[in-house]
């Protein structure tokens, strides 16, 4: 597997840009942290408040510096702002695996359409010019909407990882893992995936 951290990676179709993050994108965010703190719930990073941002963004553009992850934010081109964020990580080039996380969209851009949108354009990039093997997913556990979402784009799921990281709340949460392999990318999942991408509809 191949991957240029030095390189500006857009990806893009006729819904939505996902773009470089920077550190510049933090006033682009801020009304999420500031109006919509649950979207965070159970993240194993967050970023509800002003400080949580700030730290939510160095803790991602320090991954694309040390090379293991590469992070986007989420650009709605039908409702011309920003939606959310979503990264490549754990970025293992030895073993052609990568995996796709930390991603979050603001209510009004949830039900949309967006996520199938967004998700077929990183898998496409991963398996077609990163040359991936494989693309792993994890959430919590707990995570219901998540883990539906995944199944949705075509993911098997692998397993539980118990106790595998700290909640907000000081307890642990179990993490369940899925993927999707390059065989089933190209046998059937791209095809299926690309015709549940229905257009991206407007929240206003």
């Known amino acids: 597997?191949?991957?240029n951290f030095d390189n500006s990676y857009f990806l893009e179709n006729d819904f939505i840009i996902l773009e470089p993050l920077e550190a510049s994108h933090y006033d682009d965010l801020l009304k999420f942290s500031l109006n919509e703190p649950e979207l965070w719930r159970y993240s194993l990073v967050k970023a509800d408040t002003k400080l949580n941002l700030k730290n939510y963004l160095n803790h991602a553009l320090k991954g694309k510096k040390n090379k293991t992850a590469y992070p986007f934010i989420i650009y709605d081109k039908v409702n011309k702002c920003y939606a959310g964020s979503t990264r490549f990580y754990d970025i293992q080039l030895q073993n052609s695996n990568i995996q796709i996380g930390y991603?979050?969209?603001?209510?009004?851009?949830?039900?949309?359409?967006?996520?199938?949108?967004c998700k077929f354009l990183l898998l496409e990039f991963a398996f077609k010019i990163l040359e991936a093997e494989r693309v792993e997913f994890r959430a919590d556990n707990e995570?219901?909407?998540s883990i539906t979402a995944m199944k949705n784009i075509g993911c098997t799921t692998e397993g539980v990882l118990r106790s595998n990281?700290?909640?907000?709340?000081g307890t642990r949460r179990d993490s369940i893992v899925l993927s999707i392999i390059k065989t089933e990318w190209?046998?059937?999942?791209?095809?299926?995936?690309k015709q549940k991408c229905k257009p991206v509809t407007s929240w206003s």
């Open 103 to 117: 991603t979050w969209y603001g209510k009004q851009f949830q039900r949309t359409g967006l996520n199938r949108h």
């Open 1 to 3: 597997m191949k991957f």
């Open 143 to 145: 995570n219901k909407r």
């Open 186 to 193: 190209k046998r059937k999942i791209r095809e299926e995936l």
């Open 165 to 169: 990281g700290p909640k907000s709340d």
